[in-house]
């Protein structure tokens, strides 16, 4: 018996790395060169939990001068060199992922691109430039981090912040529609209120809640449950617990501008004297919003690396 003929062409693997950020998790793919076609099937067979590796998302390392929207966040932000090319799990393009940016400067920090002795690191995202810093997490280490996540705003205008609402949801489980409060955090999301844990334990979110008026380019969907203040150190702190269903990926265990705009629906609904710090409750873990004056917040929770892989493109996708 012949020994079987090598090869012609070596199998075509692809390097990626798991990462998550409260258990919102992802595929990390080191693309700098932008060599890589990233289209939706791959993306799509990269996040498949049974037949990929599994992710709510997929993100691309790669230079902001390989790709328009790096190069327009170039000109305002020289420092952005490495651009957070974040695709959801169904293969759309989201211009803003609030876990990812942490989860992505984690990955920066692994290959070696965000060294210990420099405080921050500017990452690129479709909603702008990212400023991130190490930031002391719940055991005062600084295994966390934090970033200004930029300017977020209530679409309603005044009006919907003097109702408190300027849509309706159908929740999966829930017995009647609930009012809900649009909010922009560079994607766009709706948060709705319930009045205690039971409720939003009662909430199929496997299935899409219903948006009404229609947003155009549809939302993520945070269902909230405000836990009360406390004043903690001499800071007045609030506390939030959510569960979210995300545009373009299902019900996830976090979302980081999900928790955001949860956080500022509840602190504008909650009126002057609100407190500017909240701890969200996802899932997932804990993360921590911070209101930055009128219209800016900062977000601030763990991101951890688990694992790499060089996957069979062949096998995955045929290629
Ligand atoms: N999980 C993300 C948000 C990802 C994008 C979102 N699904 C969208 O389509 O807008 C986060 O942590 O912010």
Known sequence: MTAPAPAAHPARTLRVTKGHGTQNDF???DDRA???DLDAPLVRALADRRAGVGGDGV???IAST?????TAVLATEPRARWFMDYRNA???????????VRVFA??????????????ELVVGTRSGAMTVRRAAGPDGDLSWLAFDIGRWHLPGGAAALAAGHDAEVEVPGLAVARPALSVDVGNPHTVLALPDVAELEAARLADAPSVSPVPPHGTNVELVVPLGEATVDGVLVGRVRMRVHER???????????AVAAAMAVRAWAGAGAPDVWYVDVPGGTVRVTALGA?????????????????????????
């Open 27 to 29: 595929v990390l793919l």
């Open 34 to 36: 932008g060599l890589l």
């Open 59 to 61: 993100i691309r390392l």
């Open 295 to 319: 219209d800016h917040a900062e977000l601030a929770g763990p991101a951890v690396l688990v694992a790499e892989a060089d996957v069979d493109l062949a096998a995955l996708v045929g290629r």
């Open 106 to 119: 984690r990955y920066l920090e692994h290959l070696g691109l965000w060294a210990a002795s420099d405080e």
């Open 66 to 70: 390989e790709l328009a929207e790096g």
């Open 90 to 100: 169904d293969g759309s393009v989201a211009q803003m992922c609030g876990n990812g």
């Open 248 to 258: 373009g990926v299902g019900e996830t265990r976090s979302c980081g501008t999900g």
